[in-house]
C-alpha cells in the first residue's frame, strides 16, 4: 500500500460561537467543541483511508484556553501516524476574537480511527509520510501514545469485566 502525506488528509473548519454554544461563563460548551473535533477528525481519516471510518477512541482533549461568544474557532486536522487499521488523528483549535483579530491555541486532541471494508470489518490503511517540523514531531512520538493507548484499553475491557449495568433503582 503506498504511503501518503500528511498534507492529503489535512481538513480545516471554522465555526463562529455564538450564545446557544455557551454555559452561564459565556464560554463554549465543551461538548460543543468536542463534537466539531470528532467530525474534522473523520473527514481526515476518511481522506487518509479513502474508506468508511469510524471513531475507536478520543484519546485527550486539552482545553488550553477559554472561548467566548462572539469569537471564532478554526479546527485543523490531519492524521499523525497509522497502525495496521488505525489512525491517529491530531487536532488543533484555534480561537480567535473577531474584533481585534487575537489568536490563541485553545485546545489540542488525539483521536484514534479505524478504516472499515465492504464487509464492514477493519482493513488496512496506507502509512504516513510526515514534511514539517510539526508533522514529524507528532509523528515520532506517535508509538509512545499507541502504546498508552494500548494500555488503556485494556484497562478498560478490565472494568468492562466488573462494572454492571443493571438498571439504576437495581442492586
Known amino acids: 500500500m503506498e504511503a501518503k502525506y500528511v498534507n492529503e488528509s489535512r481538513a480545516v473548519k471554522s465555526a463562529h460561537v ?3 454554544d455557551t454555559n452561564n461563563y459565556n464560554t463554549m460548551f465543551g461538548g ?7 467530525d474534522i477528525a473523520a473527514i ?4 487518509h483511508a479513502r474508506r468508511p471510518v469510524v471513531t475507536a477512541s478520543t484519546d485527550s482533549v486539552d482545553f488550553l484556553h477559554p472561548i467566548k461568544a462572539g469569537s ?6 490531519f492524521v499523525t501516524w497509522t497502525h495496521k487499521t488505525s489512525m491517529e488523528v491530531f487536532v488543533k483549535v484555534i480561537v480567535e476574537d473577531l474584533l481585534t ?16 471494508g465492504e464487509d464492514g470489518r477493519p482493513t ?7 514534511e514539517t517540523d510539526e508533522e514529524i514531531m507528532l509523528y515520532e512520538s506517535a508509538p509512545s501514545r499507541y502504546e ?5 484499553r485494556e484497562e478498560s475491557r478490565r472494568f468492562a469485566k466488573v462494572i454492571t449495568v443493571k438498571k439504576p433503582w437495581e442492586r
Open 124 to 130: 488496512e490503511v496506507p502509512p504516513v509520510i510526515p
Open 18 to 20: 455564538l450564545p446557544p
Open 32 to 38: 460543543i467543541l468536542m463534537a466539531h473535533i470528532d
Open 101 to 116: 483579530g487575537d489568536r490563541k491555541l485553545c485546545a489540542t486532541s488525539f483521536l484514534t480511527f479505524v478504516a472499515l
Open 44 to 47: 481526515s481519516a476518511a481522506r
Open 148 to 152: 498508552i493507548r494500548k494500555l488503556r
Open 72 to 77: 471564532s474557532v478554526c479546527l485543523e486536522s
